[in-house]
């Protein structure tokens, strides 16, 4: 049908499934989402306006929307051990605004980690709206690229801030819940819990739970979950503690507060996520993430790559190549070029600008979705190594292509879902 109506983008489309199948996506915030996740996001549900909450809609004809909402929230509840979720957020970003919406003034001091030490741009970075509409103390890592808990403490006794997030785009070791959150308790502050590169590995029991220490939880649903691109907002029981009207405060910041019509056909997508979620099959498929990573990580070493903390403790790894004479803009290059795809990253205390940073980050979720393990993590490593040697060769465009045409090979014994 799509192809009598729009060739062109059928083209596209095919051209891009034909990327993703001959590539290694080892962007770690990427991943391979099931048919089934995928048939519900293209359903019929796109086409209903749902304005407001399950049996609270501003739109007539939500019957079955409501139960399909319904469906996706319990689901989210029961997996997560929240007694409140809210599935409505298009993306990590907005849900983050509604959670400072909910909680926060205009002006508030708030704290959250670093985007330079691999935190997220809306825990407080300057040049995003939740640094520049609050007060924002960034806490980072110390010279070896860990956290110190002592260190975001002080901070906060010094601060004060309304909210500390926690949560991170590229630091691979875990975050110490416990730790965080007796330092929000002793200030009084909110203590927000961001899992969206995690939020799979914790339903797979691969990660430690925030959710007997948190307030608040956000995700998003199409990195570790597998899931469609959307995002969800989670109250713990601790949090509904602190604040019985956090849950209805959240649902007004997301709607009337920042959104309109919730997308139900990703909803209904996020359904089956998360019941896929839920299956045995995927708790070994979080464990195997974690052990491919860890894997990857001691290969790699093997090859002389500087690791930013010497390892991983979750899905994945950021490189600093400054030992390898590369910068990692023309890393992820070249590594694309030969068919592993990855993304330049900027590491802790870094020399170089943004633009061209010092560092990759890479991650294991797509791949450990093909089917990849243990050895194949060995085998990754090895032709990243053989890529970054090549880079500077006389020979370089031979040896690319060589390079190239062995990972289409080792694409195609394991197949994109």
Known sequence: MLNQVDSKVVKLIKAEEKRQQETLMMIPSENYSSPAVRAAVGSVL??????????????????????????????????????????????????????????????????????????????????????????????????????????????AQKHHPKIIWAGATAYPRFFNWRKLA?????????????????????????????????????????????????????????????DPELASKIDRAVFPGLQGGPHENTIASLAVA?????????????????????????????????????GTDNHLILIDLRNKGIDGKTAAVILEEVGIVVNKNSIPYDPNPPASPSGIRLGTPAVTTRGMKEKEMRHIAHLINQTIEVFGKKERKREIEKLRNEVKEWCRRFPVP
Not at 287 to 307: G, T
Request: glycine share 10%; charged share 20%.
């Open 46 to 155: 796109a086409h209903k306006y749902a304005e407001g909450y399950p049996g609270k809609r501003y739109y007539q004809g939500n019957k079955i929307i409501d139960e399909i909402e319904n469906l996706a929230i319990k689901r989210a509840k029961e997996l997560f051990d929240v007694p409140y979720a809210n599935v409505q957020p298009y993306s990590g970003s907005p849900a983050n605004m509604a959670v400072y919406l909910a909680t926060c003034q205009v002006g508030d001091t708030v704290m959250g980690m670093d985007l330079q030490a691999g935190g997220h741009l809306t825990h407080g970075w300057k040049v995003n709206f939740s640094g520049i509409l609050y007060q924002s103390i960034q806490y980072g890592v110390n010279k070896d690229g860990w956290l110190d808990d002592e260190e975001i403490r002080k901070l």
């Open 182 to 242: 007796e330092i929000a308790d002793e200030i009084g502050a909110y203590f927000a819990a961001d899992i969206a590169h995690y939020a799979g590995l914790v339903v797979g029991g691969a990660y430690p739970s925030p959710v007997p220490f948190a307030d608040i939880i956000t995700t998003t649903t199409h990195k570790t979950l597998r899931g469609p691109r959307g995002a969800m907002i989670m109250v713990t029981k601790k949090g509904l503690k602190k």
């Open 274 to 310: 998360l019941a896929e979620a839920g299956r045995s099959s995927f708790k070994k498929y979080s464990h195997q993430v974690v052990k491919n990573a860890k894997n990857l990580a001691e290969e790699l070493k093997r090859y002389n790559f500087n690791l930013v903390t010497g």
